[in-house]
């Protein structure tokens, strides 16, 4: 974890302008695209949402390509779509680790996973480590960023929790979701 910040912290000026054609060039995760159409998205579990300007829901694919961020699995993705339009506006990708985020084994696969994105992207735009760990690359059009959330979960007994931890990688549209957030000022 240290050895990324501090190659951040050192790098950063020399890349921060480069990064923003790729992130926008990006657009999504893979074959899946920000502005797709909801009807895109078979087997979609609509979540129930406090919010009416957008839809929620949880989706899982038979498509293994879509199922493995680099070379870790990806447990279910959770989109977002704007209510008026029905498009894709935010995309999250889940990985559920049954261990403390302090644990090596989780650390390790953070570590890669971004390693692997600061190549293929750039150093980040802007690394957080308050409330939650996470890495961010901004674009024009596109936002990218990886979280690192710690969590727990309660076992049968009630009595007992084990850690948990889950990284989201998120792909989402700033414009639409900005437009969104001005309506209500």
């Known amino acids: 974890m240290k050895r990324i910040i501090l190659l951040v912290i050192m790098l950063l000026p020399l890349f921060v302008f480069s990064q923003n054609k790729e992130v926008d060039k990006r657009n999504g995760f ?25 839809i929620v ?16 699995k990806i447990d279910f993705f959770e989109l977002t779509f704007d209510k008026e339009s029905r498009k894709l506006i935010m995309l999250d990708a889940n990985i559920i680790i ?20 600061i190549v293929s992207l750039g150093l980040p735009s802007k690394v957080r480590n308050n409330p939650v760990f996470s890495l961010e690359w ?36 700033p414009e639409a979701i900005q437009e969104k957030l001005k309506q209500g000022f």
């Open 30 to 54: 893979k074959e899946i695209k920000l502005g797709e159409p909801i009807e895109s998205f078979g087997n979609l579990k609509v979540l129930p949402q406090s919010d009416d300007t957008k």
């Open 57 to 72: 829901g949880i989706w899982n694919t038979s498509e293994n390509n879509l199922n493995f961020i680099f070379s870790y």
């Open 98 to 117: 049954q261990k403390p985020y302090i644990d090596k084994y989780v650390t390790n696969i953070w570590e890669s996973i971004n390693d692997k994105l």
């Open 138 to 173: 901004y674009g024009k059009s596109t936002i990218i960023t990886t979280r690192l959330i710690p969590d727990e979960m309660k076992l049968d007994d009630n009595a007992n929790t084990i850690g948990l931890t889950r990284i989201i990688f998120t792909v989402l549209n």
